[in-house]
Nanobody
Framework: QVQLVESGGGLVQAGGSLRLSCAASGRDFSSYVMSWYRQAPGKKRELVAT???????NYVDSVKGRFTISGGSPGNTLYLQMNNLKPEDTGVYYC????????WGQGTQVTVSS
């Protein structure tokens, strides 16, 4: 059974840091693109960061210089280091694995207070 399980969310003050983890299991994700998405209340889910199977990374402009995506293959644990957090970073953060199929985690809540 394929599972993506996120952890590491919480409540933090603006300017603080959090590190999200996504433990992926149930299949070989070495050829998959791994991503972090987030969804703020009342807004559409948006792509935050992506890491390819060869380690290339991409970020949405609003998090460049503050967030770092790492991990994925071969350990199958994906990370998102989030520094200098802002209230607008608040939302539910989801891990996604995309390849022949698409898999999602259940999400972890991040709340940044001003």
């Amino acid at each position: 059974q394929v599972q993506l399980v996120e952890s590491g969310g919480g409540l933090v003050q603006a300017g603080g840091s959090l590190r999200l983890s996504c433990a992926a299991s149930g299949r070989d994700f070495s050829s998959y693109v791994m991503s972090w998405y987030r969804q703020a209340p009342g807004k559409k889910r948006e792509l935050v960061a992506t890491i390819s199977s060869v380690g290339s990374t991409n970020y949405v402009d609003s998090v460049k210089g503050r967030f770092t995506i790492s991990g994925g293959s071969p350990g199958n644990t994906l990370y998102l280091q989030m520094n200098n957090l802002k209230p607008e970073d608040t939302g539910v953060y989801y891990c996604q694995a995309a390849g022949g199929f698409e898999y999602w985690g259940q999400g972890t809540q991040v709340t940044v207070s001003s």
